[in-house]
């Protein structure tokens, strides 16, 4: 039983940061890649950032490079984003994502298992 458990999450103005976890557990052992993904109001998911978990390859969207990293705690198997210089345009859902079966590392649903989600909001 895969199960992912994001944290983190809240409101901040504009300019701020903000860092999400999100603690894997079960099977962690096939884990191929973990990251990231947002899912704004009335829009569809996006892809966020990724880690593929052996080596430590990051990966990020465009509208995201530069002002988020992604980062892993191999040990405890947990993964982290740390979001600085947040834009009102990056509200939204985020849910952490965890890849077991070799697919686009950027692609979204390229992925098997997902969290609850965790909201992130920035006021301008």
């Known amino acids: 039983q895969v199960e992912l458990v994001e944290s983190g999450g809240g409101l901040v103005q504009a300019g701020g940061s903000l860092k999400l976890s999100c603690a894997a557990s079960g099977r962690t052992f096939s884990t191929i890649a973990i990251g990231w993904l947002l899912q704004a109001l009335g829009k569809e998911r996006e892809f966020v950032s990724a880690v593929i978990w052996s080596v430590g390859h990051t990966y990020y969207a465009d509208s995201v490079k530069g002002r988020f990293t992604i980062s892993r705690d191999n040990a405890e198997f947990t993964m982290f984003l740390q979001m600085d210089s947040l834009k009102p345009e990056d509200t939204a859902v985020y849910y952490c994502?965890?890849?077991?079966?070799?697919?686009?590392?950027?692609?979204?649903?390229?992925?098997?298992?997902w969290g609850q989600g965790t909201q992130v909001t920035v006021s301008s």
């Open positions: 994502e965890e890849q077991k079966i070799t697919g686009w590392i950027n692609r979204w649903d390229e992925y098997q298992y």
